[in-house]
């Protein structure tokens, strides 16, 4: 049952999307290009704000031309859940070289 009380701040796609970018630069493997994020010269990463909310295109794995995974990010967990998958994708990715 809700009473009304909503004390979640509204989410802030810019504010979202500048601390995953530090999250990104924070990894060391990751390189910027553009609106895109690159591992070992393939892209891996796009990210973009669209109607409010941070979109995020998640290579499956690294290719010239990969295979991607959209997720929306609306909320600041939905932004912790991605910079963990973010995580687990890299040490599958550094493990497989």
Same mark, same amino acid.
């Given at each position: ?13 810019? +504010? ?12 060391? !493997?990751? !390189? ?15 990210? +973009? ?22 997720? !929306?990010?609306?909320? !600041? ?21």
């Amino acid at each position: 049952m809700t009473d009304g009380w909503d004390i979640s701040p509204p989410f802030d796609a810019e +504010a979202s999307l500048q601390t995953l970018k530090r999250f990104l630069r924070d990894q060391r !493997v990751l !390189v910027e290009r553009g609106d895109a994020w690159q591992l070992a010269g393939q892209p891996v990463l796009k990210l +973009a704000i669209e109607a409010g909310t941070l979109q995020l295109q998640l290579a499956r794995r690294p290719a010239r031309t990969p295979e991607w995974e959209r997720l !929306v990010l609306a909320s !600041v967990v939905d932004v912790r859940r991605a910079q963990d998958e973010i995580r687990r994708r890299l040490g599958r990715w550094q493990g497989d070289d």
